[in-house]
């Protein structure tokens, strides 16, 4: 078995912690509802829905003592069967400082977890204990607990919390103008991030170089493309040579460069399910394309997967000299965030006609149908640099609290007066994406994403 972590919306840790924590100073527990990722690296628990204890339910509950009725773990199970999901125990322990499982815990999960795997096919029961200021988790394998690696918050404040003795290694002087700003173990926690980039164009190859140069060393880089002459007025880290090379290589090579050592090129179109499958052990997503079909499927494998993603996106509309609009736009996409469909940054017909193929685009822009699909859309470095500036602020914001304060949700840059406005997210009542219990949240390998491979 790999590495095992559990990944909590902001919303979901939230929640239970306001559960597990209560005036009265006595313990509480509940249990996360999750859906699994399973890679070659690690597994992923995702939280899907938390079930708090309810009063009935305690056989006993003191400062230092808890019991819960079979009849609550019956409930779990049922729903666990019901959703293919698998269940992580939860408990509290008010009075202490650091995060640790006394004897009578280890004697109740050595026989509540072997029973839980039991009756959950296919599932993988863990636990976590939490007090006020920290938390651990492990589970129970062949009469063994086990230590789990971390727990991941995602949201607009994400934390990413390792149960390991805390890294010391010695930091870069490179880097000692950001130390002054992030601290050290902000530094630190930038050097771990697993980052994933898709599309390297003109935005793309700009956050991608940013964050190499801010120390992000873990990178997937993901474009189908070669870079052609009109691409090196834009896409940062290239130049005339490079002209035929594949982006991935280009932007790979030079990112090497900035001392990145953790290196995944994938020169293939990310609509694929194979491609997203890779993907899945990634820390926060960065979406650089300039279509609809392949930012709806990223939509989706944000909420599904629980892993943060920037989108970007520009309009620069004008022709032969004269400019009517310049803009771009910054959304941090998933659960309890944005949803690119439910905010209407997602054009349905647009959608329809970028999955035709070519042959039949064609056809319909020669009968007027749609318009601009296969056309080159005006674009300039500098707006280019203003947008994929701030999307790359976002990211770092995400988890170093790089502004001083959280993270918009949405921002959008209007040109013509130098104005960055926030935006708003909307969520529509049973969309399949992003509503908590007719969406994807968390549903992980449960579900497939794409249905390209």
Not at 236 to 246: I, L, N, R, T, Y
Not at 321 to 328: D, F, N, T, V
Not at 338 to 349: A, F, I, W, Y
């Amino acid at each position: 078995m790999s590495n095992v972590l559990i990944v909590v919306s902001t919303k979901d840790w939230e929640a239970a912690r306001a559960s597990l924590f209560t005036d009265d100073g006595c313990e509480n527990a509940g249990v996360f509802l999750c859906g699994i990722s399973r890679d070659s690296s690690e597994t992923r628990l995702l939280v899907r829905r938390f079930l708090p204890v309810s009063t009935e339910h305690y056989n006993q509950r003191q400062e230092y003592h808890l019991e819960v009725s079979p009849r609550y773990y019956n409930h779990v199970i049922d729903e666990c069967l019901k959703d293919k999901l698998t269940p992580v125990i939860i408990h509290s322990h008010p009075s202490h400082v650091e995060a640790w499982y006394s004897a009578s815990d280890d004697f109740g999960e050595s026989r509540l977890l072997p029973v839980l795997e039991s009756l959950i096919p296919n599932s993988l029961p863990c636990s976590l204990v939490v007090t006020p200021t920290s938390v651990t988790g492990r589970r129970f394998v062949k009469k063994t607990f086990t230590a789990l690696v971390g727990l991941k918050i995602s949201g607009p404040s994400s934390a990413i919390i390792h149960f390991s003795p805390p890294d010391k290694t010695k930091l870069s002087p490179r880097h000692d103008r950001q130390i002054r700003a992030f601290g050290e173990e902000g530094q630190r926690l930038i050097s771990r991030l697993k980052v994933g980039v898709i599309g390297l164009g003109g935005i793309g190859s700009i956050v991608t170089e940013q964050l190499a140069r801010v120390g992000v060393r873990d990178f997937i880089l993901v474009d189908d493309d070669r870079i052609e002459d009109s691409n090196v007025s834009r896409i940062f880290c290239s130049s005339p040579k490079d002209v035929g090379a594949e982006k991935v290589e280009v932007i790979g090579a030079c990112i090497k460069e900035l001392g990145v050592n953790r290196l995944k090129l994938i020169a293939k179109s990310a609509v694929s399910q194979n491609v997203l499958m890779a993907l899945r052990n990634r820390d926060l997503l960065l979406s650089c394309v300039d279509n609809d079909r392949t930012r709806a499927i990223l939509n989706r494998f944000a909420h599904q997967y629980l892993i943060p993603l920037i989108d970007h996106g520009t309009r620069l509309d004008g022709t032969s000299g004269h400019i009517r609009a310049s803009a771009g736009r910054v959304s941090v996409v998933g659960s309890g965030m944005t949803c690119l469909r439910c905010s209407h940054h997602l054009n349905p017909e647009r959608i329809r006609a970028e999955s035709l193929p070519k042959s039949e685009r064609r056809a319909l822009a020669r009968e007027g149908y749609i318009m601009g699909i296969d056309e080159p859309v005006p674009a300039v470095a500098t707006l280019n640099t203003v947008v994929g500036g701030l999307g790359a602020t976002a990211a770092l914001n995400l988890f170093v609290g790089l502004t001083g304060g959280p993270q918009p949700l949405g921002q959008i840059f209007d040109a013509r007066n130098g104005t960055v406005f926030v935006a708003s997210p909307v969520h529509q009542p049973g969309c399949d994406v992003c509503d908590e219990l007719m969406g994807v949240k968390a549903l992980g390998d449960a579900q497939i994403v794409s249905a390209y491979n």
